[in-house]
């Protein structure tokens, strides 16, 4: 059908011709359940077309449950034109809500007076359906395909009530007809392409292209074109689409946004940085912008802008809902504070983002790594440990890596305790702090707690793994910790295993670890002919660093030891 026949229809509403343009966007909008632009639309034409303007009016009030604002309306289209069928038919829907059998003779009388006027045939269809009378809307429906069967809103109508019931074929049979009968009907493309949306997102494309190829200059194909190629992942074409629709009128706020993003996916990061920045001078509140805004400035490593950003990120208000934080906005921010060294406040944020998937085992080795990267090994330690848990992990190298992050901070402590125990007395002195000889215990009791995780989580590698040499060699250091003359000898057991799994192998890629423990015996039995002057002790000393020299002829350490021996 040609749309002057609406025009026809409510030509005496009309008094200019962009009145008429007014409405039929309000139309689309109110079909699209775009209710805000839709309202504005309709307030602009009301002057004009104050009949149909002031019942859509109504209408979306309705859809807000908010009967009292749409009987105002209703009424103020009766006020400006006492000809008004339309607001007539809201009124009498509202009012009669009670009485039906009143109800259907009102709209009966409406819809005798106006057989051949397939719009206002279709408003009292909805008056009944609105009143749960859905056997007098086919009936009406069935009037308005006798007076104009080419009328295209008859099929969107009835396309609209399928799809409500869960029969988005029939309900796609209903928006193609529309099409058939006017292939000018943009509305009736995107109803079409919405029901293919999440069914068959090619689908749903190609029918906008249709609707666009057939209407060339129409905005709301091509607005729809663009938001079906940014959702599906083809941004390319989104940009293209958005940056033709820019140049025909603003965008809205969600094209703005689905275009910023668009770029953003795309890898334009330059782009996408002007566009976020010209939308938050605007909408300098909303969260996904400021959140694609703090990812954007982490692509173009602006950590300051990123920290800045996820700070107001982080700060916004609720506004009555609760924003839903994103893994990714946890891990962009943090790695921004990594980067300028905020590292106590990147830890707390990446235990948020940990919480937010805590059965998801990756990202907290990937925190691990990071951690033990910037020397922060007892965090890193714990991250692993919930990977480990979370993955319920009975793989030997990770409980390796996690006793390799416990034997690293032991040492940290352990050095720590030396360089205390070696500090000179009253140097804490009026600090206000704890004296030397309390610090030294601390830090000798941290490195024996890290010491039992660190031997704990080895002895784990030799149960999973017996005839690897990893648990007991590194087992071997995490205790030498605690016997750091080697008078104890604490890692005899574990480096004899070493050696005994080394040589027997015949492993030539690991001989530095038979050298240290080789070296480890020679050094314990030098010590302990020196204090009881053992021969076994000596002759053990000399055997172990020549075993050294065999394999490295240069070890100053064994050498030592041979001279020493000889004297």
């Known amino acids: 059908m040609k749309k002057s026949l609406l025009l026809v229809v409510i030509f005496s509403f009309l008094t200019t011709p962009g009145a008429w343009s007014q409405v039929e966007k309000g139309i689309e909008l109110f079909l699209l359940e775009d209710f805000e632009e839709a309202k504005k639309t309709f307030e602009q034409s009301a002057s004009q077309a104050p009949d149909i303007s002031y019942y859509y009016l109504g209408e979306i009030a309705l859809r807000k449950n908010n009967s009292e604002e749409a009987a ?25 809500k009670s009485n039906p059998e009143e109800l259907k003779k009102s709209i009966k009388a409406i819809t005798n007076k106006n057989k051949k006027k397939a719009p206002v045939l279709l408003a009292a269809a909805q008056a009944y359906l609105d009143n749960n009378l859905p056997g007098e809307a086919a009936g009406v429906l069935s009037m308005a395909r006798n007076a104009d069967k080419t009328y295209p809103y008859i099929y969107i109508f009835e396309g609209d009530r399928l799809k409500e019931k869960g029969e988005p074929g029939k309900a796609a049979t209903q ?259 704890s004296g030397t000889e309390g610090d030294s215990a601390a830090l000798k009791e941290s490195t024996a707690q890290y010491v039992s995780k660190a031997d704990e989580a080895f002895a784990k590698v030799i149960e999973l793994a017996p005839d690897s040499y990893q648990g007991y060699y590194w087992r071997a250091n995490a205790n030498t910790l605690l016997d750091p003359d080697l008078s104890k000898g604490s890692a005899s057991e574990d480096y004899v295993k070493t050696i005994e799994i080394l040589t027997a192998s015949g492993d030539k890629e690991n001989q530095s670890k038979l050298i240290e423990a080789y070296r480890y015996f020679s050094i314990y039995h030098l010590y302990q002919f020196d204090a009881n002057k053992q021969a076994t002790d000596k002759n053990k000393a000399r055997e172990y660093a020549d075993k050294v020299l065999q394999l490295k002829p240069d070890d100053e350490t064994s050498l030592k030891i041979i001279e020493v021996l000889n004297n």
């Open 175 to 433: 928006y193609e007809q529309a099409v058939n009968f006017d292939p000018k009907c943009a509305i009736a493309y995107v109803k079409n392409s919405m029901v293919y949306e999440s069914i068959s997102p090619t689908t749903a494309i190609n029918t906008l292209k249709s609707g666009l190829e057939a209407n060339p200059d129409n905005i709301l194909i091509r607005k729809y074109l663009s938001r079906s190629y940014y959702r599906n992942g083809f941004y390319e074409q989104a940009i293209a689409e958005y940056e033709t629709l820019n140049r025909s009128e603003l965008l809205q706020s969600e094209d703005a946004r689905n275009y910023a993003a668009s770029l953003y996916f795309a890898g334009k990061y330059n782009e996408a940085l002007t566009s976020l920045n010209h939308i938050v001078s605007n909408e300098p509140n909303h969260p996904v912008i400021n959140r694609l805004l703090m990812y954007t400035q982490d692509k173009l490593k602006n950590y300051d802008e990123v920290i800045a950003t996820g700070k107001k990120f982080f700060s916004l208000p609720a506004s009555g809902e609760n924003i839903h934080y994103l893994v990714t906005d946890y891990t962009v921010f943090a790695d921004a504070l990594m980067a300028k060294g905020q590292i106590d406040e990147a830890i707390e944020t990446y235990r948020k983002a940990v919480a937010v998937e805590p059965a998801q085992g990756a990202l907290s080795k990937e925190v691990a790594v990071r951690l033990a990267g910037a020397d922060r090994t007892a965090e890193a330690a714990d991250f692993y440990q919930k990977y480990i848990e979370a993955e319920s992990s009975e793989d030997a190298s990770d409980y390796l890596q996690l006793g390799i992050y416990y034997y690293r901070t032991a040492s940290q402590f352990a050095g720590k305790a030396t360089a205390a125990g070696k500090a000179p007395a009253g140097a804490v002195a009026n600090s206000g702090q």
């Open 72 to 96: 105002a309306y209703y009424e103020k289209g009766i006020s400006a034109d006492r000809e008004a069928v339309f607001c007539r038919i809201g009124k009498t829907k509202l009012e009669l």
